[in-house]
């Protein structure tokens, strides 16, 4: 290919082979759709979906691929959601609102074509899918900067939802406005955390003295600056995006590592894969006891199973005060010697989830 029209020829021809491919692939997706429906198969399998993005991220670099795991991902998670879309439509739900880091998440796993349900509160959300409002719900669980999201671990000691699939996602602040300079800006709108957040960028930028003003969510910042061309909004990339703003600056936050970690819920328990974690939350019958805690951590010790968190929190009970644990450890809970170790602690383990380990930290992707 010599000119800049052959090129483009070649392009065509290779997207119309892919589009052929991609109608052949929806093709089976209905077959499977079918034969989940008539055997009450889940439709979301994060452990299948990781399975096939492993395999063909090792095949592209095999065969020394242009693509990388993370395009591999990007290019594919659309290509399942559309293709779940297919098999049967569901509703997800997510902390709101629309434009907000938790839709982004949302998005990241299930496409821009699902039916996406904006709710006020995580409670809202877990109220949704208890009463079978929605199939899927997405809530964060926990961020680097201000730890363990309390609201939604109380939530899942009580519920009957449990966690299907985990994402981890950094978190990037934007400067959107559609102010031409900087100096025509009289008004910056922000969530409170956001401006303390992007301290640095302000001071580096002069924008220390301009009006900031506080609002319940980036995405309102970014409804709010759309209104004015003289205003800003620190919020996320698809906030500025979905309201019309345009972004002058790009990750302005202060710790470029920030993240969350995401969870997704819904009423169906995963099967097992080769790399899995399993949520529990602990209730000790004798807590007060010392190493009470230390006896119960040496049973997975003993059986070679590695915890990737724990955490506690102030019960809820009516007994009076006291602490329950929340862990995170490696394997499924039908894994013989995680079996093994929770059947020596009937009645106080309450499980909350097995699922496709993401091989990420609340660091975020490495």
Known sequence: MKTLQECREAIDSIDNEILELLNKRMEVVERVGEIKNDTGGAIYR?????AIIERLSRLSKESDGLLNKSAIEAIFLEIFAVARNLEL????????????FTHQAAESRFGAMSDYLSLGSIHSVFKTLEAKRAKFGVVPIENSRDGIVGE??????KSSVKIVAE???PIHMSFA??????EDITKIYSKDKGFGQCREFLQEHGLVNVEQIPVESTAKAAILAAEDENTAAICSHIAAKLYGVPTMFENIEDEHDSSTRFVILSDFKNGMSDDDKTSI?????DAVKAGSLVHFLQDFDDENINLSKIESRPS???SGFGYWFYIDFYGHIDDEKIQKVLSKHEGEVTWLGSYANSGLSIKGRE
């Open 89 to 100: 439509p569901e509703r997800i739900a997510y902390l709101g609102p629309e434009g907000s």
């Open 316 to 318: 809820r009970d009516k």
């Open 177 to 182: 406005t559609k102010a031409r300079k900087l």
């Open 167 to 169: 994402l981890y996602m």
């Open 46 to 50: 994060p452990e299948r979906e990781k």
């Open 152 to 157: 939604t671990l109380d939530l899942l000691a």
């Open 281 to 285: 939350l602990v209730r000790l019958r």
